[in-house]
């Protein structure tokens, strides 16, 4: 039993490829998936190269692409674009680790605070409180 190549409704199109119905609706509006016609007093139809599609967006989405970039590496997808594609993908990778260096260094003063907060006992002022409302004076001045 041959069954056509684009036989997949919406909601079982939307199962298939993990997502929901208005992510499939979402990913339609931003350009990241074509809308099929409908035909007259059908119902829209979806193939797996749909499914397909939408697995490319949710992969490359866990990688930190934004779905403007994913828009991007979709119009490099044939393959005969590759040095374009890793141009974005070494953007993404500096963005990753300027935003890994962020999160050490936060790391790193919250266990510091995290330690003296231990460290300090009785009526005293807590670290961490302190260290936020330093902050936060220092941030007001500075807007003012």
Partial sequence: MNEPRESL????FAQAAGVNVETIRFYQHKGLL?????????????????????KFVKAAQRLGFSLDEVGQLLTLEDGA??????????????????????LTRIEAALSRLVDECHAHQGKVSCPLIAALQRH???????VE
């Fill in 34 to 54: 074509p809308t099929p016609e409908r035909p007259p007093g059908g119902i829209r139809r979806y193939g797996h190269a749909d499914v397909a599609r939408v």
């Fill in 81 to 102: 674009h590759c040095s374009e594609a890793a141009e974005l993908a070494s953007h993404r990778l500096d963005d990753v680790r300027a935003r890994l260096a962020d």
């Fill in 9 to 12: 409704t919406i909601g079982t």
């Fill in 136 to 142: 936060e004076c220092r941030a007001g001045r500075a």
